[in-house]
Each structure stands twice: as structure tokens, then as C-alpha cells.
């Protein structure tokens, strides 16, 4: 089974309220013969664009293949939030590879956060953009948690665009009783992901990269040329870029030790109407600290888009309830709200929660396994690789030296191992602890 196709149609994009609301973007052609490249990339999503606008935008002759369409994978279907730092907080970073490299990767995640904002600008992509994410805690003990994490970003990083909130300043934004504190991070911000993204292709049109969609990459023939084979031609190129996160599938053995695909999901409701402002006061986006995250915001029609629920099998389970049992958790009178739209997706996971960059042959590079922090890291990943292959490896070495632990089990027992741990971390989540 392969995760590609075991939920989606060929070449469409989910029922998602992303897909209803989306700029519209004709089809590419299907790979067909044999074609050469300086850089073929493997994957359309925001790291695979980035790293292709980039590679143009410096005279290279670029190939994008997408086994669907520019901006079908976890690009186009995510809570759409630009966060801050890395997804492992800097305090445990610290820890991770001490203080001068944790400084390094907070620079490195605040360039992410300022490519994206620069590129919607430089090439006027309608993706409604705002700032703001609050991270909203389920107890006193995790407030107290977070309020002691402000002032070490604002004290050792001087990081002034973040704020504790009490609970009377976070219910101020967010009116859910099931919150008892947070913050409020204006640096960081939300946006229409999959426009996005599909504001990323048009400009790599522009800066003439060729795309193929509905074309399905099934090996990579190594050597000084390397050949990107599909089921309808072949790629000789240079050099090659893996984009693919959580849709990796056998590509590479080392890569898929390493990221594991999860699937996530989210709905939205129908319009809320004067209801809205009992779920946020303020255009802002919510991350809560459940180790699943609960994730929501409203969108620029007034619906609740609310993130929730993970699996790790192939097949989706029943996403409508999936979702809603947290949504209700959290906001009781939105129990019977009719959802317009629910959709799940497949992204990727490591070990410790961190990306996975890494270069797989002199002339192969890979980034993935985001691990839900992907629409500023993914982005920056693939300006890093396309820095790396025009001989500027410094910001993709720094990420490609943060240590990455294989999955216990390897691709063959990854998935049941994690569902073992997901279960006690479940338990943790409903016992409050």
C-alpha cells in the first residue's frame, strides 16, 4: 500500500476547505520520455518550490516532479501556522547540542519565519497572512511552564515579540474555560497554506522551472548523473533534491529510518457568524500544549478551521469524529456544528521532533520530517539545499549536524512502536499530567 494514493484521488487535491477557497492553478503535464536537468527535484510541496524558485532564480535548469499536484501533500492541507523557533523548544535545545548551536538554529528558524513573509511579499501571493499565534496551556502547572519559557527567549534571545498571558489576558483572546494561560507570540504568524504554496509555483513558472505532475517517482539511480526513473519517462540530472516528507515511501532507506510518516486532520465548520467571537476575539492562530496538539484558528469567512487527532496506519479513520471530540473539548457549544469541510493529511515525524536534512550522496540532498512545523522550516529547507548545491552549505550544515535517532524497529516496526508510545501520551493528555 503505498500512502500516495491509499486516500486520494490521482491528481486531485482533498475535499478540503483549502481546495474550495484556493486560487485556481491549471494542471502541469504528466512526465512523458526521457528529459535533463541540472537539479530534479522530487516533491511539490513548500520545500520542494522553495528550493526550486531558488535554484532559478540563480540561473539553474530546474525539473520539479509531484507524483499529484503542486501543494496535494501536507503543504496544502495544514493548520497553516508560521511558528517560531524550532519545534523542540530552545531550552531543550540546549540540552540537545548546547548553547552556541541552539543560538545558531533560533537564527535559523527566525530566517524561516522571515523568508516566508519575504516571499509572499516579493511575489504577491494571496495567502491572507496575519500575525499572531497564542499558545493556550490545560493547566496551571504548564502556564507556569510557558511563562518561564517568555522570559527565557525574551532574556537569552531577545525575543521582545512574545508575551506571557494569564488566564484572564487568554481567555481575553480565546473565551475557552478549558484554558488556563499562555501566550502570545506576534512574531509568529498564519496563513491560506495552500495558497501559499501554489503562489510558489507561479513564481517558479516564472523563473522557468519546468513541472510534472501526476508523475510517480519509483527508484533513483545513483552516480556522477543521477537518474530520477518514473512510471512514464526518466530524469538525468546533475544533482537531486528528495522533497517528499511523509510521502518518502522506499525512496531512500536512510531517510525513512529516520521520518515517519503520521497522519493529521481537520474540519471546518460552517460559518459562525456572531458565534465566532466565542471562540477568538483576535485574527490570531492557537497551538495548545497537548502533546497531540489541538490547533485552530477562524478563517477569513468566519469558520472555524479547528487541527486534531492523529493516526498511523495507511488509512484514514473516520475524520468527522476524529476531530470533533477534541473541538468539543474545548469549545462545548460547537458540538453539533455542521462541518463543510474534514480532511486529513501525511506528514512527517522524527525521533526528537526536529528536521531531518541530510546529504545522501555528493550530488543528493534531503529535507523532511518537520514534525508539524513546516510551513516556515520547510521553506527554509529548501533555500538551504538549493544554497548547499550553489556551494553556500554553511546554513545547511548546521541543520543537517542536529542528531537524528533512527525509529526503533525501522520502517517495519515503526509505526506499531509509536502507537504504543502515542496511547501513554494520550493518557498523560486526559489525566492532565
Given at each position: 500500500?503505498?500512502?500516495?494514493?491509499?486516500?486520494?484521488?490521482?491528481?486531485?487535491?482533498?475535499?478540503?476547505?483549502?481546495?474550495?477557497?484556493?486560487?485556481?492553478?491549471?494542471?502541469?503535464?504528466?512526465?512523458?520520455g526521457?528529459?535533463?536537468a541540472?537539479v530534479?527535484?522530487?516533491?511539490?510541496?513548500?520545500?520542494?518550490?522553495?528550493?526550486?524558485?531558488?535554484?532559478?532564480?540563480?540561473?539553474?535548469?530546474?525539473?520539479?516532479?509531484?507524483?499529484?499536484?503542486?501543494?496535494?501533500?501536507?503543504?496544502g492541507?495544514?493548520?497553516?501556522?508560521?511558528?517560531?523557533?524550532?519545534?523542540?523548544?530552545q531550552?531543550?535545545?540546549?540540552?540537545?547540542?548546547?548553547?552556541?548551536?541552539?543560538?545558531?538554529?533560533?537564527?535559523?528558524?527566525?530566517?524561516?519565519?522571515?523568508?516566508?513573509?519575504l516571499?509572499i511579499?516579493?511575489?504577491?501571493?494571496?495567502?491572507h497572512l496575519?500575525?499572531?499565534?497564542?499558545?493556550?496551556?490545560?493547566?496551571?502547572?504548564?502556564?507556569?511552564?510557558?511563562?518561564?519559557y517568555?522570559?527565557?527567549?525574551?532574556s537569552?534571545?531577545?525575543y521582545?515579540?512574545?508575551?506571557?498571558?494569564s488566564?484572564?489576558?487568554?481567555?481575553?483572546?480565546?473565551?475557552?474555560l478549558?484554558?488556563?494561560?499562555?501566550?502570545?507570540?506576534?512574531?509568529?504568524?498564519?496563513?491560506?497554506?495552500?495558497?501559499?504554496?501554489?503562489?510558489l509555483?507561479?513564481?517558479?513558472?516564472?523563473?522557468?522551472?519546468?513541472?510534472y505532475?501526476?508523475?510517480?517517482?519509483?527508484?533513483?539511480?545513483e552516480g556522477?548523473?543521477?537518474?530520477v526513473r518514473?512510471?512514464?519517462?526518466?530524469?538525468?540530472?546533475?544533482?537531486?533534491?528528495?522533497?517528499?516528507?511523509?510521502?518518502?515511501?522506499?525512496?531512500?532507506?536512510?531517510?525513512?529510518?529516520?521520518?515517519?510518516?503520521?497522519?493529521?486532520?481537520?474540519?471546518?465548520?460552517?460559518?459562525?457568524?456572531?458565534?465566532?467571537?466565542k471562540v477568538?476575539t483576535?485574527?490570531?492562530?492557537?497551538?495548545?500544549?497537548?502533546?497531540?496538539?489541538n490547533?485552530?484558528?477562524?478563517?477569513h469567512?468566519n469558520?472555524?478551521?479547528?487541527?486534531?487527532?492523529?493516526?498511523?496506519?495507511?488509512?484514514?479513520?473516520?475524520?468527522?469524529?476524529?476531530?470533533?471530540k477534541?473541538?468539543?473539548?474545548?469549545?462545548p457549544?460547537?458540538?453539533?456544528?455542521k462541518?463543510d469541510?474534514?480532511?486529513?493529511?501525511?506528514?512527517?515525524?522524527?525521533?526528537?521532533?526536529?528536521?531531518?536534512?541530510?546529504?545522501?550522496?555528493?550530488?543528493?540532498?534531503?529535507a523532511?520530517?518537520?514534525?508539524?512545523h513546516?510551513?516556515?522550516?520547510?521553506?527554509?529547507?529548501?533555500?538551504?539545499?538549493?544554497?548547499?548545491?550553489?556551494?553556500?552549505?554553511?546554513?545547511?550544515?548546521?541543520?543537517?549536524?542536529?542528531?537524528?535517532?533512527?525509529?526503533?524497529?525501522?520502517?517495519?516496526?515503526?509505526?506499531?512502536?509509536?502507537?504504543l508510545?502515542?496511547?501513554?501520551?494520550?493518557?498523560r493528555?486526559?489525566?492532565?499530567?
Amino acid at each position: 500500500m503505498n500512502l500516495l494514493y491509499s486516500n486520494d484521488r490521482q491528481g486531485a487535491f482533498p475535499p478540503s476547505w483549502y481546495a474550495a477557497t484556493a486560487q485556481p492553478r491549471e494542471p502541469k503535464p504528466q512526465l512523458r520520455g526521457e528529459a535533463k536537468a541540472d537539479v530534479c527535484i522530487v516533491g511539490g510541496g513548500f520545500t520542494g518550490l522553495s528550493a526550486a524558485l531558488h535554484l532559478a532564480e540563480r540561473g539553474y535548469d530546474v525539473a520539479l516532479i509531484e507524483a499529484h499536484r503542486v501543494g496535494f501533500g501536507a503543504s496544502g492541507r495544514n493548520g497553516g501556522q508560521l511558528g517560531s523557533g524550532q519545534r523542540m523548544e530552545q531550552d531543550a535545545l540546549e540540552k540537545l547540542v548546547g548553547d552556541d548551536d541552539a543560538l545558531k538554529l533560533w537564527h535559523l528558524a527566525e530566517e524561516a519565519k522571515s523568508l516566508v513573509k519575504l516571499l509572499i511579499k516579493n511575489h504577491k501571493i494571496g495567502c491572507h497572512l496575519k500575525p499572531g499565534i497564542a499558545h493556550a496551556c490545560l493547566s496551571k502547572s504548564e502556564m507556569r511552564h510557558e511563562h518561564a519559557y517568555v522570559k527565557h527567549l525574551q532574556s537569552r534571545y531577545s525575543y521582545d515579540d512574545i508575551k506571557p498571558l494569564s488566564p484572564d489576558e487568554l481567555h481575553a483572546i480565546c473565551p475557552s474555560l478549558r484554558y488556563k494561560g499562555g501566550s502570545l507570540d506576534m512574531g509568529a504568524a498564519h496563513l491560506h497554506p495552500l495558497n501559499f504554496a501554489l503562489g510558489l509555483a507561479e513564481a517558479c513558472e516564472r523563473a522557468g522551472v519546468r513541472f510534472y505532475e501526476n508523475t510517480h517517482v519509483h527508484n533513483i539511480v545513483e552516480g556522477k548523473t543521477l537518474t530520477v526513473r518514473c512510471d512514464t519517462g526518466r530524469v538525468e540530472a546533475a544533482h537531486v533534491i528528495l522533497a517528499c516528507n511523509g510521502y518518502l515511501g522506499g525512496l531512500n532507506r536512510r531517510v525513512a529510518g529516520r521520518v515517519m510518516p503520521i497522519n493529521n486532520f481537520i474540519a471546518a465548520t460552517e460559518p459562525l457568524g456572531t458565534d465566532a467571537a466565542k471562540v477568538l476575539t483576535k485574527d490570531v492562530a492557537v497551538a495548545d500544549s497537548k502533546f497531540v496538539v489541538n490547533y485552530f484558528r477562524l478563517s477569513h469567512d468566519n469558520r472555524l478551521l479547528f487541527g486534531g487527532g492523529e493516526s498511523y496506519g495507511y488509512k484514514f479513520p473516520d475524520i468527522d469524529k476524529t476531530v470533533r471530540k477534541p473541538m468539543a473539548e474545548i469549545f462545548p457549544h460547537l458540538q453539533d456544528v455542521k462541518f463543510d469541510y474534514a480532511w486529513g493529511g501525511t506528514l512527517a515525524i522524527t525521533m526528537k521532533r526536529l528536521p531531518y536534512l541530510a546529504r545522501l550522496a555528493p550530488n543528493m540532498l534531503s529535507a523532511s520530517g518537520y514534525s508539524g512545523h513546516g510551513v516556515g522550516t520547510a521553506t527554509h529547507a529548501g533555500k538551504l539545499m538549493s544554497d548547499a548545491i550553489a556551494g553556500e552549505a554553511e546554513g545547511f550544515d548546521i541543520m543537517s549536524q542536529i542528531p537524528c535517532t533512527p525509529f526503533p524497529g525501522g520502517p517495519a516496526l515503526r509505526s506499531p512502536l509509536l502507537t504504543l508510545a502515542m496511547t501513554w501520551y494520550a493518557v498523560r493528555d486526559r489525566l492532565g499530567v
